[in-house]
């Protein structure tokens, strides 16, 4: 079983900034895609960001210009830095982390980020 440790959330005022942070234990990052997905009450559960091997990234529409998924590998965390940030950002942001090889996933706890005056 793969852990995964979030933190970093929290609430903010609409334009402020955040940053997420998902600590794996057991894993080798070249193994496994990693990114963060979250989940607004009532809704699916949708991809945010995600992280490939190298540099790669793959963004929300909804995020683009505004969040940056970034990786260090010493430290097995990825981050997700999220600047001007409206209301409709507000969900239970979570990490994911998928085996290229299985397809197996692996989900962090669930942190949460209220945007809102």
């Known amino acids: 079983q793969v852990q995964l440790v979030e933190s970093g959330g929290g609430w903010v005022q609409p334009g402020g900034s955040l940053r997420l942070s998902c600590t794996a234990s057991?894993?080798?990052?070249?193994?496994?895609?990693m990114g963060w997905w979250r989940q607004a009450p009532g809704q699916q559960r949708d991809m945010v960001a995600q992280?490939?091997?190298?540099?790669?990234?793959n963004y929300a529409n909804s995020v683009k210009g505004r969040f940056t998924i970034s990786r260090d590998n010493a430290k097995r965390t990825i981050f997700l830095q999220m600047n001007s940030l409206k209301p409709e950002d507000s969900a239970v942001y979570y990490c994911?982390?998928?085996?290229?090889?299985?397809?197996?996933?692996?989900w962090g706890q669930g942190i949460q980020v209220i945007v809102s005056s």
């Open positions: 994911r982390v998928r085996r290229k090889d299985s397809g197996t996933i692996y």
């Open positions: 057991e894993i080798d990052f070249d193994k496994f895609f």
């Open positions: 992280i490939l091997s190298g540099t790669t990234t």
